[in-house]
């Protein structure tokens, strides 16, 4: 099953890019360089990208423009990017984020 966003109302038409590999969760996956990151994880049936703080209820695809934080992920080690905006670069490594996404949050 394929999901990969090829053209949104609002961010705009993804042209068509070379392939590049990045990591998620420790797997490697295809992905377009300069799609949105949530675009390439979807394409990829990838479709939990965090878990909130108090309930650790599976978050993912929300707005879809950058205006809430569903699609919050660690993204080179950095927690709480958009993935919905933000685009995908050769060699990325990406993770699932577990409340805050601070390492070592006692609360995840």
Same mark, same amino acid.
């Given at each position: ?7 949104? +109302? ?9 392939? +590049?590999?990045?990591? +998620? ?6 992905? /377009? ?32 423009? *950058?205006?809430? #934080? ?7 080690? /950095?927690?709480?990017?958009? #993935? ?6 050769? *060699?990325?490594v990406i993770e699932t984020q577990h409340g805050l996404g601070k390492r070592g949050d006692i609360r995840d």
């Amino acid at each position: 099953m394929c999901l990969r966003v090829d053209d949104h +109302v609002i961010l705009g038409s993804n042209e068509p890019g070379k392939t +590049v590999e990045i990591t +998620v969760d420790g797997k490697k996956i295809q992905a /377009k360089e300069g799609e949105k990151i949530l675009a390439a994880l979807l394409a990829n049936g990838i479709i939990v990208n965090r878990y909130t703080v108090k309930r650790k209820e599976p978050r993912g695809l929300f707005c879809g423009i *950058g205006q809430c #934080t569903d699609c919050a992920m660690i993204v080179n080690g /950095k927690p709480n990017v958009r #993935t919905c905006i933000t685009p995908v670069k050769e *060699g990325m490594v990406i993770e699932t984020q577990h409340g805050l996404g601070k390492r070592g949050d006692i609360r995840d």
